[in-house]
């Protein structure tokens, strides 16, 4: 059985709670929920939350919060993310 790993993150200033499940249902794969407080989005989700399925032993326990903290830094590199930030960090009077 999968023991549940819990990590508490903090990414651009945004706190994340990270659930790694190892050899999730003992089967061939991994888990890995994220999700942002309050549900903000994140450049790898629009809600908030994110659950994905990785082929077991592709990141070890050790390393799942450095490969989540790449994972959302590539992404924060798009285009509609780096408008989405700019968007938030200007008022709007409408």
Same mark, same amino acid.
């Given at each position: 059985? *999968? #023991?549940? #790993?819990?990590? #508490?993150? $903090? %990414? #651009?200033?945004?706190?994340?709670?990270?659930?790694? /499940?190892? $050899?999730? %249902? $003992?089967?061939? @794969?991994?888990? +890995?929920?994220?999700?942002? !407080? $309050?549900? !903000?989005?994140?450049? +790898?989700?629009?809600?908030? /939350?994110? *659950?994905?399925? +990785?082929? *077991?032993?592709?990141? @070890?326990?050790?390393?799942?919060?450095? =490969?989540?903290?790449? %994972?959302?830094?590539?992404? =924060? &590199?798009?285009?509609?993310?780096?408008?989405?930030? =700019?968007?938030?960090? &200007?008022? *709007?009077?409408?």
């Amino acid at each position: 059985m *999968s #023991q549940l #790993q819990i990590y #508490q993150l $903090n %990414w #651009q200033g945004r706190e994340i709670t990270l659930r790694f /499940y190892p $050899n999730r %249902w $003992n089967g061939p @794969c991994d888990h +890995i929920e994220i999700e942002s !407080e $309050n549900r !903000e989005p994140l450049p +790898i989700t629009e809600t908030g /939350y994110k *659950s994905h399925f +990785i082929p *077991s032993g592709t990141v @070890c326990s050790e390393k799942v919060e450095t =490969a989540v903290i790449e %994972w959302l830094d590539r992404a =924060a &590199q798009s285009a509609d993310w780096k408008e989405r930030e =700019a968007k938030t960090r &200007q008022m *709007s009077l409408f």
